[in-house]
């Protein structure tokens, strides 16, 4: 099953015409989920290789603009290249903080935007730790005084699962989703995309010695289905089977100057892929972490304690254009963010890029397990 991510936007605070704002999509056999969106998405995506009416899920990290003030316009977009004949439209799952279903509400219904397709918004309940005390929007602000949207489906609200430190948003066949705690100027969330594992493959010569033949059987031992053969014989799948395929983690981070809890860390350990914000340089620490931001060393030091394969930082200052764009005598240079992150991670084997707009890292299949 091949799996990419295509960032589109990695810029910070606001678009520029060097860098987007914050925006990516998880690609997997054709379904696109998105996570942040900020002002600006929609043009980034009809700009790649993607298709916006493949967005089935949109993940929200935080209620910043700059992450966020682009998903009305793009589910407007999207509705209006909806084909109205169309029957059974799949509804939109969205999840972010509270306050995002009522900014939706309020934003879709002030302009008098019709959608043709459903979208259900679901919650997560920041916690106190989160932000200052400044940073915590009041209950008020956020109260859903108003009915649904006309296109709105109900939606859950999610509290923090203390036993885990995590909250759980979905599970289907293919991927287990979480979100964990993150520290920022007001509540952050990351995301830890779990794929499952699944059956390794058949061991065909085995099954040909054994009689079986190409066909439902073989579907049903992949399945982890037992078969009995016309001569009695039961064969399990452990004996003709390969070794699981691990399934492969990727873990997006938003904007944050810390992690909270041991959630995040116990969900990213071993990813594939860690998506963190280093928005400044290292020797910009005290700026960035007084506006709830990261550096690459900071970022580095999260990659390192969840020991992942493959570190990604975006969302840098707009001070940092991309290496393409840079001019000699440009004092602010982005390879030095990347140089910064791989200094702190020269003893750990940790592979750092960085992302730059329309960037599609793809990500391999892990190797099969030696045991079942």
């Known amino acids: 099953m091949t799996m990419d991510m295509t960032f589109l936007g990695t810029g910070s605070a606001y678009p520029s015409p060097h860098r987007g704002a914050s925006a990516l999509v998880l690609r997997s056999e054709g379904d696109c989920w998105l996570f942040d969106c900020g002002e600006g998405t929609q043009t980034q995506l009809m700009k790649s290789q993607l298709r916006a009416g493949r967005i089935t899920k949109v993940f929200i990290s935080h209620l910043h603009g ?6 009305p316009g793009l589910l407007c977009t999207v ?4 084909n109205p004949e169309q029957e059974n439209l799949n509804c939109v799952d969205i999840y972010g903080p509270r306050g995002l279903r009522h900014f939706l509400r309020v934003t879709l219904g002030l302009t008098g935007s019709q959608l043709l397709f459903p979208y259900a918004v679901h919650e997560l309940e920041p916690t106190a730790e989160q932000s200052p005390e ?11 005084s108003c009915p649904l949207h006309p296109q709105e489906q109900p939606g859950r609200t999610i509290s923090l699962d203390v036993s885990t430190d995590s909250y759980f ?10 979100a964990f705690r993150l520290f920022h100027r007001i509540p952050s969330f990351g995301f830890c995309i779990q794929e499952h594992d699944r059956p390794g493959r058949l061991k065909t010569e085995l099954l040909k010695e054994l009689g079986v033949k190409p066909g439902p059987h073989y579907g049903r031992l992949k399945a982890g289905e037992a078969v009995t053969m016309e001569n009695g014989r039961v064969i399990l799948p452990q004996e003709v089977l390969e070794g699981n395929i691990p399934g492969r983690k990727v873990c997006i981070f938003g904007d944050c100057s810390s992690v909270l809890g041991d959630g995040a860390l116990l969900l990213c350990k071993g990813a594939d892929i860690l998506v963190h914000e280093a928005t ?10 007084d506006h709830g931001h990261s550096t690459p060393g900071m970022a580095a030091a999260v990659a390192r304690a969840c020991c992942v394969q493959r570190l990604v930082l975006y969302h840098f200052s707009q001070r940092y254009k991309p290496c393409s764009l840079q001019k ?10 990347k140089r910064q992150a791989e200094d702190a991670l020269q003893d750990t084997g940790v592979e750092v890029t960085l992302a730059e707009d329309f960037l599609t890292i793809p990500i391999p299949v892990r190797r099969p397990s030696t045991t079942n």
Not at 79 to 82: A, F, G, K, P, R
Not at 280 to 289: C, M, S
Request: aromatic share 6%; no cysteine.
């Open 328 to 337: 000699e005598g440009d004092e602010d240079e982005v390879s030095e963010l």
């Open 79 to 82: 509705s209006l290249n909806t």
């Open 280 to 289: 400044l340089g290292d020797e910009h620490r005290e700026k960035a972490v």
């Open 134 to 144: 400044e940073g915590q929007l009041s209950l008020e602000m956020t109260a859903e």
């Open 169 to 178: 948003l979905f599970e289907d066949k293919k991927f287990v989703v979480k």
């Open 66 to 71: 700059d992450h966020l003030f682009g998903l």
